[in-house]
């Protein structure tokens, strides 16, 4: 199967969020998938037959909400002799806009991967499987981390880090009294912590056995104990063959799946996840340096730094949500790009012309991700561009200290 591009991915998850946001007031959202291999002839007669079939429809505010969605997918399916190589996909009908509104809306795209079942479904929601399908992560590992005191499950998905599972026993410390009943206490112990670790064994191999894609196991924590545990086969044997490598951590809690995380991509590089952290440990070792500092950060640097053309790498945080907007003022044509939050879009208080002074109201003229501005800049000067996901140190540092928007020069300036 071929692979999506970061941007892609990026652009798919961000089309995705708004569809899922969505809602019909009825059964009244059509959805509708088309192979490349279908003929645009035979869609056509599918949604001819859909159309008459819906003029049943009880409810005369729905039956005629869907007739117009089935209609506008007709004359748009018309701009198409074939499907494209892809096949394509629609999205129509009327959603509901508060209150006792409606709004009718249309999304026809290519998906970055072929569709490959013809589909039309009629619901008060679309329907988005297929196309979320293609977003699932292939890269999944299990990890686990685990000593006498504690014992943390997770999962590695492409670059996010999820907990599953933490459990802590009650094995006493290592060190007894003393004396005659040392021997006794140590017997005893040694008995609780096997309990312990037949105990984290089973409940760790339940959940990795519920993984069916899971490619392989991380075993870590601070000390021997984990080599103990995988020499001794705690895991169930089908588990147990997928154990890539026991890794040393400080902790055995949810902030030890980073360190292990962190630790095994330094051995295993081709992991996404590693890749991520290579880029922003270089931003960052440029972050410090006092003279000659390659990093830039912020917005407004990183814009400057991209039009210049002086921009080699382009981080951006996956988790950024926020848009460009265009402003225009209809009455001087005055126009301004400004960059807000995607929660403000909803209420933003458009501002007015400072231009012709004349309490003019601008417009927003087109919007676009910041995401997807700023990898355009980037792609026309040769920057490349590193959409980095929150979820390890270096991500989450990037999103919360340097503005989500971070960049390595080609050669100093002062800016
Ligand atoms: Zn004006």
Same mark, same amino acid.
């Given at each position: 199967?071929?692979e999506m591009?970061?941007?892609?991915? =990026? ?9 899922k ?7 009244e959202?059509?959805?509708l998938?088309v192979?490349? /291999?279908?003929?645009?002839f ?5 949604l ?5 079939q819906s ?17 506008s997918i007709m004359?748009? %399916? ?12 629609f999205f ?21 991967l072929?569709?490959?079942?013809? %589909?039309?479904?009629?619901?008060s929601?679309? =329907? %988005? ?10 890269e $999944? ?7 006498r005191r504690?014992?943390t ?23 007894g009294r ?9 017997r ?25 894609? $899971?490619q392989?196991? *991380?075993v ?7 080599q ?5 086969? =705690?895991?169930?044997?089908e588990?147990q063959?997928k154990?890539i490598?026991?890794f040393?951590?400080g =902790? ?9 995380v962190s630790s095994?991509?330094?051995?295993m590089?081709?992991l ?5 952290k ?6 960052l070792?440029?972050?410090t340096?006092? +003279?000659?500092?390659?990093?830039i950060?912020g917005?407004?640097?990183?814009r400057?730094? *991209?039009?210049?053309?002086i921009?080699?790498?382009l ?7 926020r848009?460009? $907007? ?8 005055? %126009?301004?790009?400004r /960059?807000?939050p995607e929660d403000?879009?909803?209420?933003y ?10 309490s ?5 003229? +087109? ?9 355009? *800049? ?10 980095i ?26 800016f």
């Open positions: 199967m071929p591009t970061q941007r892609q991915k =990026y652009d798919l998850k961000r089309q995705l969020e708004e569809l946001r969505a809602r019909g007031r009825h059964t959202l059509i959805s998938y192979p490349p /291999t279908k003929q645009i035979d869609v056509n007669s599918y001819k037959n859909e159309f008459s003029q049943n429809i009880k409810s005369k505010t729905t039956m005629k909400n869907v007739l117009s969605a089935i209609e004359s748009r %399916l018309k701009q198409f002799k074939q499907a494209p190589p892809n096949g394509i996909v129509v009908g009327h959603k509901s806009s508060g209150a006792d509104k409606t709004e009718m809306i249309a999304y026809v795209f290519e998906p970055p072929p569709i490959t079942t013809f %589909l039309y479904r009629c619901d929601s679309f =329907y %988005l499987e297929p196309l979320q399908a293609m977003l699932t992560e292939k $999944i590992y299990g990890l686990l981390l685990v000593d504690e014992c499950i997770g999962i590695l998905k492409g670059n996010r880090i999820e907990m599953l599972k933490y459990m802590t026993s009650q094995v006493p410390g290592k060190h003393g004396g005659q009943s040392q021997r006794r206490f140590e005893l112990t040694e008995i609780a912590a096997h309990e312990w670790f037949v105990k984290c064994g089973e409940v760790a191999s339940e959940i990795f056995q519920a993984e069916e894609e $899971i392989g196991i *991380l870590g924590g601070p000390g021997p104990t984990k103990y545990f995988v020499e001794e086969n =705690y895991l169930h044997y588990v063959d154990i490598d026991t040393d951590t =902790y055995t809690d949810e902030f030890g799946l980073r360190e292990l095994a991509s330094d051995t590089t081709n996404k996840i590693s890749q991520e290579k880029l922003m440990k270089r931003f070792k440029e972050v340096k006092t +003279e000659g500092s390659l990093a950060y917005e407004t640097h990183v400057k730094a *991209l039009e210049m053309g921009a080699d790498i981080l951006l945080s996956e988790d950024l949500r848009y460009r $907007i265009k402003l225009l003022c209809n009455s001087c044509n005055y %126009l301004e790009w /960059t807000i403000d879009l909803e209420e208080e458009l501002p007015k012309c400072k231009k012709c002074d004349n003019s109201i601008m417009e927003i003229e +087109e919007k676009i991700d910041l995401i997807d501005e700023l990898s355009d *800049l980037a792609e026309k000067t040769g920057c490349k561009v590193e959409i996901s929150t979820g390890s140190e270096e991500g989450d540092s990037l999103f919360s200290a340097f503005d989500g928007i971070a960049g390595i020069l080609r050669y100093v300036v002062d």
